[in-house]
């Protein structure tokens, strides 16, 4: 016997939740989760509250799902990094990529995992923790691979892994609240130059 299904109400024709998902990272990386009202986020997305709450969730659910999204996309430039054949090179690229995800042309300014919700109300609470187990998720990994390097003999012994993962996180973020404030690629290039100064010769 054939069964037809319904599509689930509300949701339109031709509705593309890539697309939606895409536009909404936009929107509280613009925003931040509080800032962004519901009705900001499905105008954005072209879609119902009810399409919303079919295809994603409810709000919370939808930023998590943005967090994954802007991973994967913007912020891919942290897995590309940990490839690179050296320490420094980890590094250097890091923040390169950080750079130009933080002023890319055509998205907001800035880093949605930074200042998505710095500061937050009770409502916003799993938000910003969420974002907080992700910018220490970042550094999680910058410390594993520099403890590999310091093993192989690529950072010179007594190199703190871990504090270097947290120097470069630190770096990292301030590059996005100064992009923020309108800083551009070229003089955010020049601090993470003055930054990979410090960093151990081998």
């Given at each position: 016997?054939?069964?037809?299904?319904?599509?689930?109400?509300?949701?339109?024709?031709?509705?593309?939740?890539?697309?939606?998902?895409?536009?909404?990272?936009?929107?509280?990386?613009?925003?931040?989760?509080?800032?962004?009202?519901?009705?900001?986020?499905?105008?954005?997305?072209?879609?119902t509250?009810?399409?919303?709450?079919?295809?994603?969730?409810?709000?919370?659910?939808?930023?998590?799902?943005?967090?994954?999204?802007?991973?994967?996309?913007?912020?891919?430039?942290?897995?590309?990094?940990?490839?690179?054949?050296?320490?420094?090179?980890?590094?250097?690229?890091?923040?390169?990529?950080?750079?130009?995800?933080?002023?890319?042309?055509?998205?907001?300014?800035?880093?949605?995992?930074?200042?998505?919700?710095?500061?937050?109300?009770?409502?916003?609470?799993n938000?910003?923790?969420?974002?907080?187990?992700?910018?220490?998720?970042?550094?999680?990994?910058?410390?594993?691979?520099?403890?590999?390097?310091?093993?192989?003999?690529?950072?010179?012994?007594?190199a703190?892994?871990?504090?270097?993962?947290?120097?470069?996180?630190?770096?990292?973020?301030?590059?996005?609240?100064?992009?923020?404030?309108g800083a551009?690629?070229?003089?955010?290039?020049?601090?993470?130059?003055?930054?990979?100064?410090?960093?151990?010769?081998?």
């Open positions: 016997m054939e069964i037809h299904r319904k599509a689930p109400a509300g949701r339109p024709r031709g509705f593309d939740a890539d697309e939606a998902l895409e536009r909404a990272v936009h929107v509280f990386w613009e925003q931040g989760y509080e800032g962004a009202s519901l009705t900001d986020l499905t105008s954005a997305m072209g879609i509250r009810t399409s919303m709450y079919a295809a994603f969730g409810n709000k919370e659910e939808l930023f998590r799902k943005a967090l994954e999204r802007y991973s994967e996309g913007p912020a891919a430039y942290l897995g590309r990094a940990l490839r690179e054949a050296t320490a420094r090179q980890v590094a250097a690229a890091f923040l390169d990529g950080c750079v130009r995800a933080t002023t890319r042309p055509g998205c907001p300014a800035g880093c949605l995992g930074v200042q998505g919700s710095l500061a937050a109300g009770e409502p916003g609470r938000a910003r923790d969420a974002l907080v187990a992700w910018r220490n998720e970042g550094v999680v990994q910058l410390h594993e691979r520099f403890a590999r390097a310091l093993d192989e003999g690529d950072l010179p012994p007594g703190d892994p871990l504090l270097l993962a947290r120097y470069l996180m630190t770096v990292a973020n301030g590059v996005a609240v100064q992009a923020v404030g551009g690629s070229d003089e955010l290039h020049r601090v993470t130059d003055l930054a990979l100064r410090n960093w151990p010769p081998t």
